[in-house]
């Protein structure tokens, strides 16, 4: 079993900027590939970004490629989302999850977070 929790949402305007930490606690949290989702009302869970186990690899939804940057930080055991130039179609809950292999799909990720809210206004 592995927890996770996150955190660093709130209100930002259009341009702004959040950073965005998942804590991971339980089993060896760095054993696992780690991923950020995010759901706004009404719209299914979508893939915003993913990074391996080792942190040597990351993957992003084409809609964040260069605002968004994923990372490790090993010794506080979290995985980072620096979201950078939020615009109002980024507003939504952000989920991390955890996943014993490399994958896109939200199916694949085992252990979910609650979500942190990130509302973007203009």
């Known amino acids: 079993q592995v927890q996770l929790e996150e955190s660093g949402g709130g209100l930002v305007q259009a341009g702004g900027s959040l950073r965005l930490s998942c804590a991971g606690s339980?089993?060896?949290?760095?054993?696992?590939?780690v991923g950020w989702f995010r759901q706004a009302p009404g719209k299914e869970r979508e893939f915003v970004a993913v990074i391996t186990r080792d942190g040597e690899h990351s993957n992003y939804a084409d809609s964040v490629k260069g605002r968004f940057t994923i990372s490790r930080d090993g010794a506080k055991n979290a995985v980072l989302l620096q979201m950078n130039s939020l615009n109002v179609e980024d507003t939504g809950v952000y989920y991390c999850a955890a996943a014993g292999g490399w994958s896109l799909s939200p199916v694949a990720f085992g252990y979910w977070g609650q979500g942190t809210q990130v509302t973007v206004s203009l």
């Open positions: 339980g089993q060896t949290f760095s054993a696992y590939n």
